[in-house]
């Protein structure tokens, strides 16, 4: 089955600063990879999202990157804020008729005052 | 629309027991699925279904059982809890896009 890897497990960036969270799947089929946000105690947000026929996106502050030949995306924030603070997810699926998405471990972004 | 809602928020169980975890979307989504998020662990699947009728195990699927009379509800049973459950469930729904949107949780104790 699918496996999602993410890394760092923490990241700790200075305010204005930009932060980079790496992400590799085993599945080449895969070809959905949706990000969420989870707040303290608050449930996971889907912030951004790419398909495996764009190689980049962006919104705002924030973008994603796909290497479907490494088999590996990563989320970029830029001008990193406090409020960007957070647990971020990355997830894997592909999207014939089970839509499962498969989550990587999780990274703690710090943004420093 | 509520979006995807759960109940109960909190609940505290002796090794064991039974009980139910409520899931309920109005966003006539085809997609639902259950996680439970462990420190450190990241988001695990649990169980899932395509449609009413139709579901499938996830990632981590002891111990645990699904249903899926209606488009709308998706309940997740314990038969018979173990400490090892202790964590907080969340309820996803997704509309065939990909992305799917997640309930409040349920943080459950064991005992």
């Known amino acids: 089955g699918e496996n999602v890897e993410q890394h760092p497990s923490t990241l700790s960036v200075q305010e204005g600063d930009s932060a980079v969270i790496k992400c590799t799947y085993s599945d080449s089929a895969s070809n959905y990879f949706p990000w969420y946000k989870q707040e303290l105690g608050k449930r996971p947000q889907l912030i951004i999202d790419i398909r495996s026929n764009v190689g980049e996106k962006k919104d705002q502050r924030i973008a994603v990157t796909l290497n479907k030949t490494a088999k590996h995306f990563s989320l970029h924030i830029t001008e990193t804020q406090p409020e960007d603070s957070a647990v971020y997810f990355c997830?894997?699926?592909?999207?014939?008729?089970?839509?499962?998405?498969?989550f990587g471990s999780g990274t703690r972004l710090l943004v420093r005052p | 629309n509520a979006g995807v809602t759960q109940t109960p928020k909190f609940q505290v169980l002796k090794t064991g027991q039974s009980m139910t975890l409520q899931c309920a979307q109005d966003m006539n989504h085809e997609y639902m699925s259950w996680y439970r998020q462990d420190p450190g662990m990241g988001l695990r699947l649990i169980h899932y279904?395509?449609?009413?009728?139709?579901?499938d195990q996830g990632e981590v699927p002891n111990g645990y059982n699904v249903s899926r009379s209606t488009t709308e509800d998706f309940p997740l049973r314990l038969l018979s809890a173990a400490p090892s459950q202790t964590s907080v469930y969340f309820c996803?729904?997704?509309?065939?896009?990909?992305?799917?949107?997640f309930g409040p949780g349920t943080r459950l104790t064991v005992l």
């Open positions: 997830a894997a699926s592909w999207m014939d008729s089970s839509y499962k998405l498969i």
């Open positions: 279904s395509v449609g009413a009728g139709i579901t």
């Open positions: 996803a729904s997704g509309g065939g896009q990909g992305f799917q949107f």
